[in-house]
């Protein structure tokens, strides 16, 4: 299941307000078309999940599904750390993530980073339902890694 949204300019920049609706009025209506539910969690469904969905049903109308200025600092760690291409390459969200936590000395959910580089316009492919991940991949390629 692959899930791209458009690129949003400075949305580390835009009023939180503005950045919660285009995560709970857009992204996420668009990621359950392909019964993709992102939390802070990552991808609430299928197997590896660490809750249940009706805990996303519920939270979401509250938007309480992420921490927004947490999104919005992700955000601006991407570029450093991945890049578009047009090759076969692939990015896993939980390396993405430790390595950015790591570099930056500074914690984020796994979900608030799918989320981030979503927002930069990255496509992400998550695995089928019945396979054992929270994990996606994004199409892109490293910059820095160690």
Aim: glycine share 2%.
């Amino acid at each position: 299941m692959t899930i791209s949204f458009r690129s949003i300019d400075n949305f580390d920049c835009i009023p939180k307000e503005d950045a919660e609706n285009i995560i709970y009025n857009e992204l996420l209506p668009l990621c359950e078309t392909t019964h993709i539910h992102l939390s802070s969690y990552g991808n609430d469904s299928g197997k590896a999940s660490k809750r249940p969905l009706e805990a996303y049903e519920k939270n979401k109308p509250l938007h309480k599904l992420f921490d927004i200025e947490k999104i919005q600092k992700a955000f601006t760690y991407i570029p450093l750390y991945m890049k578009s291409t047009s090759l076969q390459l692939r990015v896993n969200s939980s390396l993405l993530k430790r390595e950015i936590e790591t570099k930056q000395n500074a914690s984020f959910s796994h979900g608030d980073v799918i989320v981030a580089a979503l927002m930069r316009g990255f496509t992400a492919s998550f695995q089928r339902l019945d396979e054992p991940t929270i994990d996606c991949q994004f199409h892109a390629e490293w910059i820095a890694k160690n």
